[in-house]
């Protein structure tokens, strides 16, 4: 299980990544540029939890501080997602599965303003002022709106991915539910040994049933 984690959960960082880089930031975009990487964290941290999210939020946050042609601080933006994976994380839904979009919608909406803003104040934490220059009410709304957009296209489709790799369809074969129904009536048996005295038993009986027969017989040869 935790290998298909980790497997899924790099691959779709780097996808995303890779894409969000190569396309995404480069759309010239008003305002914002769609946070795919951002998606993914919270498709993934609303299927394993908070703490799986919060360890894929930073490592893929570091991928994208340390990733070309990033011009910030390295450990911002793993911070950022560090922090949304986990939050994301608490409202998980029961056994990963939606029940409705309105959810996962107001979280993705969340994410997006909350990822903006904390980006932007450990940004001036370290001197960066360039959420001022751009305008932060700009940013904040084209974030929500941009994400909010790309967000059914994209997190229920990495929910069901990672639903799939959680499932183990060797456990519920109905040859493996048969052999663990056998191993289980084997162990309440006990083990050989005890089939074994089983065994004595039954033919010690079974000797002192013929000997109560011999008995009757003789006693009626008296008679």
Same mark, same amino acid.
């Given at each position: 299980?935790r290998? #298909? &984690?980790?497997?899924?959960?790099?691959?779709?960082?780097? @996808? *995303?990544?890779?894409?969000? $880089? =190569?396309?995404?930031? &480069?759309?010239?975009? /008003?305002?914002?540029? /769609?946070?795919?990487?951002?998606?993914? $964290?919270?498709?993934? +941290?609303? $299927? !394993?939890?908070?703490? %799986?999210?919060?360890?894929?939020?930073?490592?893929?946050?570091?991928?994208?501080?340390?990733? /070309?042609?990033?011009?910030?601080?390295?450990g911002? !933006?793993?911070?950022?997602?560090?922090?949304?994976? !986990?939050? *994301?994380?608490? @409202?998980?839904?029961? #056994?990963?599965?939606?029940?409705?979009?309105?959810?996962?919608?107001? $979280?993705? @909406?969340?994410?997006?303003?909350? =990822?903006?803003?904390?980006?932007?104040? @450990?940004?001036?934490?370290?001197?960066?002022?360039?959420?001022?220059?751009?305008?932060?009410?700009?940013?904040?709304?084209?974030? +929500?709106? !941009?994400?909010?957009?790309?967000?059914?296209?994209t997190?229920?489709?990495?929910?069901?991915?990672?639903?799939?790799?959680?499932?183990?369809?060797?456990?519920?074969s109905?040859?493996?539910?048969?052999?663990?129904?056998?191993?289980?009536?084997?162990?309440s048996?006990?083990t050989?040994?005890?089939?074994?005295?089983?065994?004595?038993?039954?033919?010690?009986?079974?000797? &002192?049933?013929?000997? %109560?027969?011999?008995?009757?017989?003789?006693?009626?040869?008296?008679?």
């Amino acid at each position: 299980m935790r290998f #298909n &984690r980790m497997l899924l959960s790099t691959t779709l960082v780097v @996808v *995303a990544l890779v894409i969000q $880089v =190569s396309i995404l930031a &480069r759309l010239q975009l /008003p305002g914002a540029v /769609p946070d795919l990487l951002l998606l993914v $964290v919270l498709g993934l +941290a609303l $299927v !394993y939890g908070h703490m %799986a999210g919060a360890f894929i939020g930073f490592g893929a946050g570091l991928l994208a501080d340390l990733a /070309p042609p990033a011009d910030h601080a390295a450990g911002r !933006y793993a911070l950022v997602l560090c922090v949304i994976g !986990y939050l *994301a994380g608490l @409202v998980r839904p029961d #056994n990963g599965q939606l029940k409705s979009a309105t959810g996962p919608m107001a $979280v993705v @909406v969340g994410a997006a303003i909350c =990822s903006t803003l904390l980006y932007a104040g @450990v940004g001036a934490l370290v001197g960066d002022t360039a959420a001022r220059h751009v305008g932060l009410g700009s940013l904040l709304f084209t974030a +929500a709106v !941009y994400d909010l957009l790309l967000a059914p296209f994209t997190v229920p489709l990495i929910m069901a991915l990672a639903r799939r790799a959680e499932s183990n369809p060797l456990a519920d074969s109905p040859s493996t539910r048969s052999g663990g129904d056998a191993a289980a009536r084997w162990l309440s048996s006990g083990t050989g040994l005890r089939i074994g005295k089983q065994r004595g038993g039954m033919r010690a009986k079974a000797a &002192r049933s013929r000997a %109560a027969r011999a008995v009757r017989i003789k006693g009626v040869k008296r008679l």
